[in-house]
């Protein structure tokens, strides 16, 4: 957001707007190290039902939080990112900012602003994640979120380090622990692939599949181009285009286009055709129309189990 001016910025949330979004979230990079941060969050506010800023958490203060309380509803959000105990948060941020981010929150909730606290999981905060929760909730923050790691960036390198063993005892450890308490904060736990690839059942049938992708939802970089997905940022044929470069009508073209080669699709000859997940795996939406971004990562273990699943495909035919 910090390359492009207020007007900038405008125009392009005006343009945004002709597309009747519900609800936009308004991120970086960190977003306060723009100038004009507040009055961008007025202007979205103004044209848009929903809206959240989504920062470190760094650079705000009890005037900029007080703002913040006149202007957003009970439907806005601010959501922080805390990614461990104060060494855990050195380690894993590169910076000394723990306890300032602590007041903060502190600070929103006193001024009755909904604020969610996500913690993004490593290598090095992984043995924290229960801290963590219980100390989110002991300062009455909305809403907390557990997520792992994407490869994107400095992620590509963190992503094997985690042992997802341990993410799958802790998550579900939490979630009993907060279905037992009386805690009115919402709590979601988000499981990767690693996860859910490795507990994927088996199915022999071979279908074309209907992919539920999201795709009314768009992510806008820094520099203004736009992709349904951050980890579509590193495939220049899953752009739709810039937000300040191109027209509504091009954008909307594009879009087109993107959706037609992912919604419909088979799964037909894949050797991951027959897991149950296929349902609700992006990386199948990809297969056929765009397979570096589908196996790129080569997160998923079912490839592992093929020789059991062509076994039991063989005994049914």
């Known amino acids: 957001m910090a390359h492009h001016s207020f007007d ?27 100038d004009n941060w507040l009055e961008i969050l007025e202007f979205a506010k103004v044209n848009f039902p929903v809206i959240e800023l989504f920062t470190n958490g760094v650079l705000l203060n009890e005037e900029h939080i007080r703002s913040l309380s006149e202007l ?14 104060k060494e855990t948060y050195k380690m894993q941020r590169g910076s000394d900012d723990f306890d ?21 999981i490593t290598h090095y905060n992984l043995a924290e994640m229960i801290d963590i929760y219980e100390l989110v909730k002991a300062l009455g923050v909305t809403s907390f979120s557990i997520s792992p790691v994407y490869p994107l960036r400095r992620g590509k390198r963190l992503v094997p380090l985690v042992d997802y063993e341990k993410y799958l005892y802790f998550g579900k450890k939490i979630e009993k622990m907060h279905s037992r308490s009386k805690s009115d904060m919402n709590l979601t736990v988000i499981y990767p692939i690693e996860i859910q ?13 209907q992919f539920n992708t999201d ?11 736009i992709f349904h997905f951050m980890d ?3 495939y220049e044929e899953l752009k739709i285009g810039n937000i300040y470069e191109n027209t509504l009508e091009e954008l909307s ?23 149950s997940l296929v349902s609700s795996c992006p990386g199948i939406a990809y297969a056929n129309s765009y397979p570096d971004l589908a196996f790129n990562h080569r997160r998923c273990i079912f490839n592992e189990k093929t020789e059991y699943t062509r076994s039991i495909t063989e005994s049914r035919e």
């Not at 981010?101 to 502190?106: G, H, Q, R």
């Not at 690839?197 to 599949?209: G, L």
């Not at 795709?215 to 181009?225: A, E, F, N």
């Not at 087109?256 to 699709?265: E, G, K, M, P």
């Open 8 to 34: 900038d910025i405008k125009v392009a949330l005006e343009k945004i707007k002709l597309l009747n979004p519900y609800h936009v979230t308004i991120t970086g990079g960190e977003p306060l190290a723009h």
């Open 72 to 85: 957003m509803d009970e439907t806005d959000y601010i959501q922080i990112s805390l990614d461990g105990l």
């Open 100 to 120: 300032a981010v602590i007041n903060n929150i502190k600070c929103i909730v006193q001024y009755g602003i909904n604020v969610r606290v996500n913690m993004t």
């Open 197 to 209: 690839s490795k507990r994927a059942e088996y199915t022999v049938e071979n279908i074309i599949n």
């Open 215 to 225: 795709l009314l939802h768009w992510t806008v970089d820094g520099k203004g181009d």
């Open 232 to 234: 579509q940022f590193s």
């Open 253 to 275: 073209k594009k879009d087109f286009q993107i959706q037609t080669n992912l919604l419909s699709h088979s799964s037909k000859g894949l050797k991951c055709a027959n897991c």
